[in-house]
């Protein structure tokens, strides 16, 4: 496999502010790459780094091998993107906007190939291309780079947040033209804060935190690190001492709690079997405790200066 | 009625600056005419001698009122007034659409409607807002003539003239935002309307039956209808005649009635004329930077070229005038003199000084064009086609290629006009050949701004847009004021439009342009060369 995106050590200085601090992102060629984070952990500045729109202050960067800073040009025939806040010009409609952003791409005004692509796409996304710019809503700005990225044909898609503002209806289209792309050989790294997403398109993940890689791996290596979390209807938790590889067994509700290690789960369900347990429900990890992982504590102090109470203690 | 109150204390707070530079600036230039004329126009017979020009030379009566004598009031009102009723009309239609479809196009009517002050409530309260915005007006600028020593009875007739044309263009606001789906809409077919009601007064007013002494026009029947029409046959002064007015401030009020019975009759958001739906596919040329550039600037541009060409046109025509009333006074002629004392003639001082105007206007369009390039980079558009194959610099290029073809139409647009003037007066091709070269003169002059804003974007954008501004700004006052105020020849070089080259009396006045060339060829290689190394600056 080729490597598509690479960067090492990667940094970018915003003044004072250390945007990036030592990014290591691999993403191999057919991947479908997931990038996730929250808002302001440095996930749009890679993104533009990796576009050549802004210089890495130290480190390296390449896609495709090439330097993104200094063959722009070259690197962007083969890249379709969609970036994290979509603006369009005010006085363009949205069809003039995508014919033109993918002219701009190469794309041949006749073409029939790209007409018949523009059209089945504004057709799935629900888009009127006839409106002006300045009257679309954010989620229609984002269907105009959506259909623009997906309507010419690219090597890699650099998508940064690309469903926001869209329904779950549009989703769902955007998932299939992710499987379409991916089908036909592309390369994709999707920027975003919604796990459920990223959980279901993607076949790795990256989790960056204040500017680094903080977890990097397939979905099935990253569940390694949780514990999947195990329920059955108990009354107390007198037979419960017994079941092996338990950890932080409760009993909440009437029913009882506990965790085991994703990859010892096998060596549990006899011990449950035994005890006859109504009511069983296993769950495997979720990307969000993976996230929470990591952003745990950021999380805690966010509830503690929401919490009234805690403040005024 | 506490709903008023707090939607009235809103448009005040929102307005009040903006409000009372609109005011004053009416004020203002109502008193600075009087001095003016004083100065220029000092006598009776002074007035009079421009009065039997004026009214010989249709175009001066396309820019200016209408002729009622020669008294001080009543000359100053024909000289005055149109422009007054002019920047209480633009105040008064603007504030109409600021309140009621803006609002309604950004969501904010719904915010409001939501309340207890329902759909209604903020119409009518905007239209007492301009109501009290045009009494101040027509107040301040009474006043603004009594202090400046006009009888009281002429002054509140002008200053009563702009108020009611401002109650018209409310009104009319009101109503094209009721019709009009945007607020650029609205705005749109109101200041059409206010162009072309302007214009149709002048017309009609040059059009009209002269007295026997060419003291005093009547207006042809194409002035009545118009709003500026109406406040100029209340010839302040003259005849303080009220009741046109009445019937400016009756059609505006009527305007405002229908609007607000259109208001009761639709939902938030809808509107009676349905937006023109854009184009599904783009038009075959809209395939590259450079035709997405033409394309964000070209209506701007058309608009400076269309001042390129009354410009041009006046700088033709207006000499003929001039020559007249300075043949008859000995003491204008010693004024024009001296202001003209290095360029020959009076129609060659009064050329050039037009051309350094369209020059200015065709720096103004090249600096426009280089701050939407810093407007591309804060909206976002910028990132979308630099994610695309076009490179930095080039992307640049297409805005500097684009300032500069602008330039070249609006001088373009100057010349035309300047020649078809010629060849109505005499055909003298001197003159032909002096305004070529003052056009091709500033062609080079107006570049100067395009460059040097081109290099402010790409060292320093955050300043793009005031360092731009202000140095056409500051050259237009060296270039065009310098010289009266005897500033000495190598400080109002500073300024390129007066360091263009210019005929003399023996030649022409090459010496500026190695500097202007000088400093095109530096500033551009600058820019160029310093892009390649910039990187995106989307901050605001």
Redesign the interface.
Known sequence: MTTVIRTSGLTKNYGRVHALDGLDLDVEEGQVHGFLGPNGSGKSTTI?IL?????ATGGEATVFGGDPWRS???L??R?A?V?G?????P???????I???S????AE?KDPVYRASKARLSEAFQFD????G??YSKGNRQKV?LIAAFAVPADLYILDEPTSGLDPLMEVVFQREIARVRAAGATVLLSSHILSEVEQLCDRVSIIRAGRIVESGTLAQLRHLTRTEVSFTAADDASLSGIPGAHGVRVEDGRAHLTVDSDAIAETLPALGALGVQGLRIEPPSLEELFLRHYGDDLVAAEAASDPGARSS | MNGFAALYHQRLRRDGLQLALWIGITALLAFAAYAGVKDSFGTEQDRQSLLVAAIANPVILLFRGLPSGAGEGAFIAFLIVPFLCMLAAFMSSFLAVRHTRADEETGRAELVGGTPAGRMLPTVVTLVHGLIANLVLALLTALALVAAGLEAAGSFVVGSAAGVVGVFFLGLGLLTSQLMR?S?GANTVSVTVLLVTYLLAGIGNALGTPSDDLQRMESSWLTWLSPFGWAENSRPFADDDLWPLVLCTLVGIAFAVAAIALQSIRDVGSSFVA?R????????A????TA?VW??SAGSIIGWAIGGAISGLLATTLASVVEEVSAENPSIEAVLNQMMASQGSIEQGLLTTFFVMIGILAACAGVQTITRARQEET???A??????????VRWLFDFVIVGFAAIVIILAAGLGAASVGIALNDGDPDLYRSAVTVALGQVVAASVFLVLTALVFVLAPRGTIAVGWSLVLLAAVIGLFGPIFGMPENVTWLSPVAAAPVPVTDGVDVRGLWWLLGAIVVAGAASFGLMR?R??AAGG
């Open positions: 533009r576009l050549g729109l802004a210089r722009a040009v070259a962007h025939r890249i993107t970036p806040d979509v603006s369009v010009w006085n363009l409609s949205g069809g003039e906007t014919d033109l952003l002219r701009l791409r190469g005004r291309p006839r409106k002006k300045r009257a780079a | 945007t650029r937006e739906a854009g184009r599904v596919d783009a038009h075959a809209l395939g590259s930077m997405l394309r964000l909206h976002g558009t990132e979308l086609v630099l994610a695309t194959p076009i490179d930095r190394r990187e995106l």
